[in-house]
């Protein structure tokens, strides 16, 4: 087996057992990127020497670690991509923007320092749609990333990067961060596994903000296992974010094995209905009958409020998006605009030229929803509906364990394809009213159409993720699509 193929568990205990080492192993992968990312485009930056370093590092702990006979943690010496919205000590963090071409953070990201914590090796910084706003990663100001099932379509956004490289066996895992979908739904596009975790499992510090009461860090991977051992490296209490949750969280990686056995799955009604892609429908519906041949039961449910939810989501988060990109102006850091004869001036033109277009559009958008005159019409309506959201979702889920749903209501387009708005946020439908009601979701492969991956997405309780990952898991034991490689990657053409 080629060391690139191997999931990240058996590349660690490979590591821990002494076959392989975390520089080797490290070497491999650096390699595969400038072998197969002038195809993709997943990367935005690697720096041989940070990687390398932290690879040595890793290598010298895990031995010491052995030698006193103690732990050593689940994924030491495993390379992971990071999405380039994660800070990195002396290490550039754009999010694939102009306002951040040149920024290089004086602090690691909490999710990151616990990756250096755990021994982990950063990869690289991965593309993303700008400052995360888009769903098919072609808002970065520094070029699309490709879909390595067809470098004609999309992987899906925001956190296309991450999901391509993984799916193309660049990196083994990789962090993203989910919005509205934006790990989720670029998993589904890239056939690879995606958690958004609980809103409060996983500390934001470090992460630059798109909307702060939606976004989420979480983890991508080939496998539910290996998703789950990343979830508990990156999860818990930080003192530096307020909203992080201070709860025990249950134990995942351990207890994924665990029989389904009586689970209840739901199946809301919204998500199976008009507008979902008749491939995409069968392929869930085929894979809600392997459920059931692993001990679940599987029910209609009906959660009104989700037909109300896509437009909620995009009011609440561009106004939260206005209110966050309000500090790149020019002064402090980031982009500032040149020959400016006031500070009004050096503003506008910092922004206007530092920003893209989409950027623009959803602070303006965000700005608008604001204004006196329009709160009560437009974001005061919003923040209600979130709470029929909420509600719904707490119905449904006080009947059933665990929801199903598709992920996206189509497979990857093309790219340009979704050339208006309204279409582009359709991608989205199934998975933005998750984040309004602050749910954890898992996506996971579930079978192809028209040789591109569809996924089927899996939504939990609050703090659920060990449910989510188990029943994902039961699924990978039983069905091979998780497995499949795009012809890309095999060194061929896609």
């Not at 590349?11 to 076959?19: C, D, P, V, Y």
């Not at 390699?31 to 690697?46: N, S």
């Not at 193309?168 to 739904?185: C, E, W, Y």
């Not at 998780?482 to 053409?493: F, I, K, Q, T, Y």
């Amino acid at each position: 087996m080629k060391l690139f193929t191997m999931p990240a568990l058996m590349l660690a205990r490979k590591i821990h057992e002494g076959s392989l080492t975390a520089p080797e192993v490290a070497e491999a992968f650096l390699g595969r990127v400038k072998e197969l990312d002038p195809k993709i485009g997943a990367f935005l930056l690697t720096d041989r020497a940070w990687t390398l370093e932290a690879a040595e590092r890793a290598q010298r702990r895990i031995d010491a670690l052995k030698a006193e006979g103690k732990p050593v943690p689940p994924l030491a010496g495993v390379p992971v991509a990071l999405k380039d919205n994660l800070c990195t000590r002396g290490v550039a963090t754009t999010c694939a923007s102009r306002m951040l071409e040149n920024f290089t953070p004086p602090y690691d990201a909490t999710a990151v320092e616990r990756l250096f914590e755990s021994l982990m090796v950063p990869l690289g910084k991965c593309n993303m749609d700008e400052f995360a706003m888009g769903s098919s990663t072609e808002y970065s100001a520094f070029g699309p990333t490709r879909n390595p099932w067809d470098p004609s379509r999309v992987p899906g956004g925001s956190s296309g990067g991450s999901a391509a490289a993984v799916a193309a066996r660049m990196a083994p895992l990789a962090l993203g961060t989910d919005t509205g979908g934006s790990i989720r739904q670029p998993a589904s596009f890239c056939g690879v596994t995606g958690l958004k975790p609980t809103y409060g499992a996983v500390s934001r510090f470090g992460a630059v903000a798109y909307a702060s009461s939606l976004d989420q860090i979480g983890p991508i991977g080939r496998t539910a296992a290996d998703c789950a051992a990343l979830f508990e490296v990156v999860r818990g209490r930080d003192e530096r974010d307020a909203t992080s949750a201070d709860i025990d969280q249950p134990a995942c990686l351990r207890d994924i094995g665990a029989p389904l056995d009586g689970m209840k799955i739901g199946v809301p009604s919204q998500y199976m209905g008009e507008g979902i892609a008749p491939a995409v429908r069968q392929a869930v519906e085929a894979a809600l009958s392997r459920f059931r041949e692993l001990g679940c039961s599987v029910t209609e449910v009906s959660i009104p409020a989700l037909d109300y939810a896509l437009p909620a989501y995009y009011i609440l988060s561009c106004a939260e998006a206005g209110s966050n990109l309000s500090r790149f102006d020019g002064v402090r850091y980031g982009y500032r605009a040149q020959g400016a004869g006031d500070i009004d001036e050096l503003y506008l033109r910092t922004r206007s030229e530092g920003f893209g277009a989409e950027v623009k559009r959803r602070i303006l958008l965000g700005t608008y929803v604001l204004c006196a005159g329009y709160y009560d019409e437009y974001y005061k309506k919003a923040l209600r509906m979130r709470s029929l959201v909420k509600a719904g979702y707490e119905k449904a889920l006080g009947s059933a364990d665990i929801l199903m749903t598709p992920t996206a209501p189509i497979p990857a387009f093309g790219i340009g394809e979704k050339v208006d708005e309204l279409s582009m946020c359709m991608a989205d439908i199934c998975t933005v009213s998750v984040n309004i009601a602050g749910l954890p979701a898992i996506s996971f492969p579930c079978g192809f159409t028209d040789g591109l991956p569809v996924g089927l997405q899996a939504i939990g309780r609050p703090f659920g993720e060990a449910a989510l990952l188990r029943a994902a898991h039961a699924y990978q034991q039983i069905t091979d699509w998780h497995v499949r490689v795009p012809a890309l990657s095999e060194g061929g053409r896609a």
